[in-house]
C-alpha cells in the first residue's frame, strides 16, 4: 500500500493508503514537511491509515468534549475507551470524517479516502493536526496557538485569543526590526526533549501561509493584551503558567493523562523560558519594546 511521511516537530508521521499525499490532494503547506523514508532513521510516532472503513461501538466510548470548528461550520466530538481516541467531525450538511487512535499500537484509522472541496480538506488539515498532537504528547512535544517571530536564531512566541493582535504584533517586528522573519502563524510546535526548548515550524499557520521546516530555542514567550499604552512586565510562576495554558490544545485537557503530559510540558517550558505580558498598541514603538525586554541589553538572560 502506497504512503507518504513527513516530518512534523522532529519526528516522523507517515500517512498510509488513498489520501498519504498530501500536497496532490491540495494541502500544499505540507509539501516543505515531506521527506523520503531514507531521509530519517527514527520510526513513525504514528501511522494514519486513511480510506478505512471505519466501525466503531458508539456505547464503547465516553464523550470528553465537543466543540465548533470553523466558525460552526462542523462539530468536533472527542471521546476516548481504555484502549482508544475517537476523534468526530461533522459538517453542517453530511460531511463526515472518524478518525480512531490506537493508544498501544499508535495507528489512527481513519475513514477520508479523497477531498473534493475546501471543506473536506480543511477538515482533514486539522484531523491530522489533531491526531498528530495526540501521538506529540508522548515525545514531550505539543502544538501552542501562537504567532512565533524569529529573530538572533532564537524564536519569541506571542500568545493572545483571536483577535488580540498576535499576527499583528509578529508583523510590526517584521516592519520594524531588523533581520526577523515569522516562523508561524498559528500553530507550531514546542518540545522540551533532551533539556531544551525548541520550536518548529509546522503545516498549519493559520491564515498566513508560512510553511517552514525550521526549528529555534525558544527565547522567550509574550503574552499580548490591548490597552492604550505600551507596558511590559515580566510573568513568573503561576502567572506565567497561565498565560501559556490557554493555547494549548483545550479538547486534551479532558482526558487525565493528556492534561498530565500537557502540564508536564508547560512545566518545563516555564522553568527555562521567562515570561512576559505585554499591554500594548499596534504600533512600532510596542514592538521595539518587546523585542528589547527580550534581546536589549536589559534582557533576562
Known amino acids: 500500500m502506497k504512503f507518504r511521511d513527513y516530518i512534523i516537530s522532529s519526528h516522523r508521521v507517515r500517512l498510509i493508503g488513498p489520501a498519504s499525499d498530501l500536497v496532490a ?4 503547506g505540507f509539501a516543505p514537511f515531506e521527506v523520503k523514508e531514507s531521509d530519517c532513521i527514527e520510526p513513525a510516532i504514528v501511522e494514519i491509515v486513511t480510506g478505512c472503513d471505519v466501525v466503531y461501538d458508539h456505547a464503547k466510548f465516553e464523550e470528553l468534549t465537543r466543540f465548533d470548528f470553523d466558525a460552526g461550520q462542523a462539530t468536533c466530538i472527542f471521546s476516548r475507551s481504555d484502549e482508544e481516541f475517537l476523534f468526530v467531525m461533522e459538517q453542517r450538511g453530511g460531511l463526515r470524517q472518524i478518525y480512531i487512535f490506537e493508544k498501544e499500537a499508535l495507528r489512527v484509522r481513519c475513514d477520508v479516502s479523497e477531498c473534493n472541496d475546501s471543506m473536506a480538506k480543511s477538515l482533514f488539515r486539522f484531523g491530522i493536526w ?112 497561565g498565560a501559556l495554558l ?56
Not at 25 to 28: A, K
Not at 220 to 234: E, F, G, T
Not at 250 to 259: M, N, S, T
Open 25 to 28: 490532494l491540495g494541502l500544499e
Open 130 to 241: 489533531f491526531v498528530v498532537g495526540l501521538a506529540l504528547t508522548r515525545k514531550e512535544c505539543c502544538a501552542v496557538h501562537t504567532s512565533v517571530i524569529v529573530a538572533n536564531n532564537s524564536a519569541v512566541m506571542f500568545l493572545g485569543e483571536s483577535g488580540t493582535g498576535k499576527s499583528t504584533h509578529t508583523r510590526l517586528w517584521r516592519e520594524n526590526i531588523e533581520g526577523v522573519h515569522l516562523l508561524n502563524d498559528d500553530s507550531p510546535f514546542v518540545s522540551v526533549a533532551d533539556g531544551r526548548v525548541m520550536v518548529y515550524g509546522s503545516p498549519w499557520s493559520g491564515k498566513t501561509p508560512c510553511y517552514r521546516r525550521e526549528s529555534f530555542p525558544l527565547q522567550a514567550v509574550v503574552r499580548l493584551s490591548q490597552a492604550p499604552h505600551n507596558k511590559i512586565r515580566r510573568l513568573k510562576g503561576i502567572f506565567a503558567i
Open 246 to 301: 490557554p493555547s494549548l490544545p483545550p479538547a486534551f485537557l479532558f482526558d487525565k493523562e493528556l492534561e498530565e503530559r500537557l502540564m508536564e510540558i508547560l512545566s518545563k517550558i516555564v522553568a527555562q523560558v521567562p515570561f512576559f505580558h505585554l499591554e500594548c498598541l499596534p504600533d512600532g514603538d510596542a514592538a521595539r519594546m518587546s523585542y528589547n525586554a527580550v534581546y536589549g541589553e536589559n534582557a533576562i538572560k
